[in-house]
């Protein structure tokens, strides 16, 4: 099979989504919704065989799926038309070699997160990066929803008044028993201190702190955390409650939890300033409940007129059709790859507008969230600092 | 550009969809989403010129970007590479001849909704169909819902009983004023007699009485209606309220609307029956709610231990992660991607297994029933009766 | 024990409601939560023993615990201190005779619904009345919600412009088994023709009538009407679906079903109009949904800055503090009771200001509409006018 | 007026509740509406004359209006048929000293929350109230509700397993801006630290606490908390932010606000199990959330056949006639009537079965909790144990 990529998409290559994978597929459903990519290689899995399995059953070319990472950023940093980014989608412990591998080869990345399992290998990739001058996007896919666009816009330009309040959690029901002790491959390696770096604090509550650091726009000074493991035999927290201080003065709460009953994937954002509250939970993104200071809670559906500018651009479907969980993740590549491609034509003026993505910045910011939770918690729920 | 498409992808055209247009990009995403699908050629707008661009702007090969559907049916049927089947996403009168010159170019066909404009040409095409031995899928997306398909089998197994009572209704707000008048384009053909066939009982009432056949398995034998035009100087319905009564003793109501504020696209459904009632709404459609009679309501979730086979077929993602209307838009195409790879590969024993869509035989229900409501209303009311 | 009563409260008398009964302890507590009556004699239950047993444990003045209507409607007319309303609140074929008995001694009356059983005993009712110069309350407590009464004053002052459609239903589902097979005595006079008049259709259906003519303000001028008698053996509709055609061009839905599983009482209104929407429901009346054409629904709240002097009138905690079914009830009582008051001194300049009640030309009004739907479902579902 | 006292109710006063106040008149409607308490006499104000007004506004005795707490109560405790109780709903700093003066004079007590300023007087009631073995009520109305009583019972009788996560708020936005600087009356004295002993966390924190220890049953041993004053110029805390270690291992979260525009009085809780979570709020209060693990959320609702004992006992109408504020308040009331009643006629063998309220117990524990919160905070957000 022969074939040339349509100059509009980016050539993209994957790392791990292989057989038995969850956010594998979801990266590349995310990748073909805008069909701004085409996926044209691929390391998918841990064995070889695997690897080729997995590979020819998306239909890639049977030269371009690999053994192994290494094997891929060498040969395709050697072909004209190589990839020119690759998605990580392995577990966490996975994401510094492979990235770092990449990099070096001059190939952009795009991490799943949490971009590190500590801050020591997000700061040299961060160098790194910054070194070659090349992208690395983290995929907080949450970051992406066009309510929540909507909702940092609305902060920014204070229609909130000065942020007072902030409630954010992320809980879900999925480990509330011991799952990985069955062979649960998803469970097994996210309950491994090794693979995981962090149980829910890593796995979820990172995703509610970059989720409130996406909306108010200020970041958390110090925190006191408790992170408990539930779940008998269980050895990574499977539960975590934060108290947040925001620079600005903002108080703020966080709740993640894989062991509460009735919570699918409820991520959920309340904020509340002095002229106004807003809530957003992901498990109806379609709609933001919007309160000015004494009037009545107005709710603002996606997709229609009452939604600014900044959520209308990652806007696919009118009001009333309902977008999801596939549709904002490929929002979010789609705003990766405005900045792909806007850098592969820099010289003929293209330009990326202004689409956006959280970065190895915002990766290294949210792993020394993850260390400073772990560290108060460790010491008995005190009050720890967070300074970058 | 030379393209040799994945084999186990299906080679698709269009015909509409170009600048402008809604609904071609809505087809053209979902069937990009599970990667089963290639748009390979096209006739997108009314204008070679329009075409031409719209076609670039896609990535198709400039030679299969047609001037006119003629010309693509038999140019593409000519082809070893032609395309397998068509999607028409034109105004409602054209879908007609545009089927008719690809079915005659024995071309598989996926059309929009209404079928037709009038049941003469609907079983015009289902004979055709027939005769050639094609398949011919029309798009009534809301039946490839996950709890649309979970909600069908549990009727089908008698999870409610005797069915008793019907209420379906689909409300949308965006013609409350004339926005016709003011050249809006998707406005004018849908307030226009002669492009659209009907107006809220052919564009959303059809839909709201597909989605209540898909889920009751029992036709409607009679039904007695009201079309209003509430705006000043529309000269089609933007209103409608039927009352029903179904084979088996059921009753049901009815109503579709385009001129309720509060409601951008709410389509919603309850059926209830003699062991119990159950309740599904498009805007939050990752919930159905239902009650075994004497018992508390649950909530099901899609992606969740409770959703049974038939719901979990076309689901992409896990409970909590929302799925959206691209989802299962996307569903209902890979629904018919099984049966067009199934024929393509007959002889080698492929097979479609569970996968089903809406065929001209529906679609030519939905054409008379259309057309019953729009002669009760005309008689003042009146029941009328339906048979095929 | 020897009583007199507190001069700002009103002497009140009660037939019906003793033991086993549910809607006379709703009276008796709507009744005393504002402090604005006193009960002071009863004719409990349809024996004597059972009368004198229910008004002792209530502690009623032995003396005037009676046996009988007809004698406590002459003893108290004759006393002093004698009542000065009586609640009904038996059965409905037993309201006429009650009432006209009582309004014969010159003693106003506060009925429950529907007035009567049939038209000619409500005119009955309404000449009598107005030849003695009595009051005569119906007791439509769903229209003396507050958010009803807001709702109410936004269609007479325009906000919602021209009202275009109304869609009110009343679903519950106690009655989806045979319960009155079984001897349980709310289910047995409630679906015997001779003792209730009508099915859902009195019961519930007047209920859902008199909401919406509450918030339109205008009368139904025809409609057609199935009922349905769905469960087993069953001689009185547990179902009916309306088609409403109101004065000044609305179109309206009008649903009432005993046998929907998933609906305790589940009253709910949504009325469209050329400039906005409403939608209220009994089960979480503390919120109205208002939707100005164009802009996000806003959630109006009982008790807030947002809710008019109409709803603000009838409310007595403060927003986010619920009221209910009693509060609604009660609101009615004390509406009635500024009437009574005012009356009993009207020599003294008090007045009854804004408050307002049902009476009996609404009782009237609700028994035509009942016998409106009765002949047009006996035609077959035929369209009927209604006239007074 | 000569007024004798039905001997099923029981004779009641009160202190404070005059003109201007709100609470008071929710006392007197929840004494009211189950009829078993009669105001019998009162010292409503704090001025002579505004008792009076107030007392004869309420149909009092003239004899029995006072003109302050303390000639109230050697007044009544010297009568033959003197007061049997007193219900005291003066600003927090008075309920000390009156319930004192009650106490002492023998009679019951029943005290709003909190019920003292400091510990050190809610151990002195606590003492006197056991030396004189008199009933000392608090009225934590909230855990009157009946699916709180049911929630509770769910928890004792171990439907949720093993209790790991309480997760508690209380948000209102009444205060988010400086009310009392504008001399609103309720203001004023709730944000006067001498009047109210605390901010949020007196008010309605204290709530958020009982109604978690009403469900959970297990004591908070230690916690730490932020409390924070956002309005400029004020001086008590306006919010706070609590983590809570409960005894057995839960671990929880109390968050109560009065500046998050969008809520009026939301006051939620959610306790999540090894075996399943619940979910409550009390805007909604008539519906429970309960997921068993690993099955749907079921919507328990109140009066419905799904609701245990404990729950159906302060249950007033059937499922689907909303009860609310009153409703729950007039519950505890009457619970406490079962008990004064049980009192009155211990020699007579009558008894209180079931029936329960918060006591000085559960007073003294909230201010040490309160007493916690504040200590904690002042310390920077340090742990603080909690211990009796």
Not at 139 to 165: D, F, K, W
Not at 265 to 281: H, P, Q, T
Not at 284 to 299: A, K
Not at 364 to 377: D, K, W
């Amino acid at each position: 099979m022969d074939k040339a990529v349509f100059p509009g998409r980016v050539r993209l290559g994957m790392v791990g989504g292989g057989e038995g994978a969850f956010i594998g597929a979801v990266h590349r459903h995310a990748a073909r919704l805008d069909d701004r990519y085409e996926l044209v290689a691929g390391a998918l899995s841990s064995t070889a065989e695997a690897s080729q399995r997995s590979g020819r059953a998306l239909g890639l070319d049977p030269a371009r799926i690999y053994d192994s990472y290494g094997q891929m950023a060498k040969a395709e940093s050697a072909r004209e038309d190589g990839i020119e980014a690759v998605s990580i989608v392995t577990p966490n412990h996975m994401h510094a070699p492979v990235a770092r591998a990449f990099l070096e080869a001059g190939i952009h990345v795009i991490c799943d997160k949490p971009v590190t399992t500590n801050s020591a290998d997000a700061r040299m990739l961060k160098a790194l990066a910054e070194e070659r001058g090349l992208i690395f996007a983290v995929t907080h896919n949450y970051s992406a929803y066009p309510l929540v666009r909507h909702a940092q816009r609305m902060v920014r330009e204070g229609a909130l008044g000065q942020i007072r309040v902030v409630q954010v959690e992320y809980a879900q029901d999925w480990l509330a028993e011991a799952l990985e002790q069955g062979g649960q491959k998803q469970a097994a390696w996210r309950t491994d201190p090794a693979k995981a770096g962090g149980g829910a604090i890593g796995d979820i509550g990172s995703h509610a702190w970059q989720l409130a650091d996406t909306i108010v726009g200020a970041p958390v000074e110090a925190l006191a955390a408790e992170l408990s493991s539930f779940v008998p035999g269980r050895v990574i927290d499977d539960d975590v409650q934060v108290l947040l201080r925001y620079a600005g003065g903002a108080r703020g709460m966080l709740w993640a939890s894989q062991v509460a009953p009735g919570h699918a994937n409820d991520l959920r954002i309340r904020v509340y300033g002095s002229k106004g509250g807003i809530e957003w939970a992901q498990q109806h993104p379609n709609e933001l409940r919007w309160t000015p200071l004494g009037e009545p809670t107005r709710i603002v559906e996606r997709g229609s007129a009452a939604m600014n500018a900044a959520g209308a651009r990652v806007s696919r479907v009118p009001a009333g059709h309902t977008e999801g969980y596939i549709d904002a993740f490929a929002a979010l590549y789609s705003e990766i790859a405005s900045h792909l491609l806007a850098r592969r034509c820099a010289n003929s003026g293209a330009a990326a507008g202004d689409a956006r993505f959280p970065t190895i910045d915002d990766g290294l910011r949210g792993v020394l969230f993850i260390e400073a939770v772990q560290a108060s918690s460790r010491a008995g729920g005190v009050w720890v600092s967070l300074s970058d």
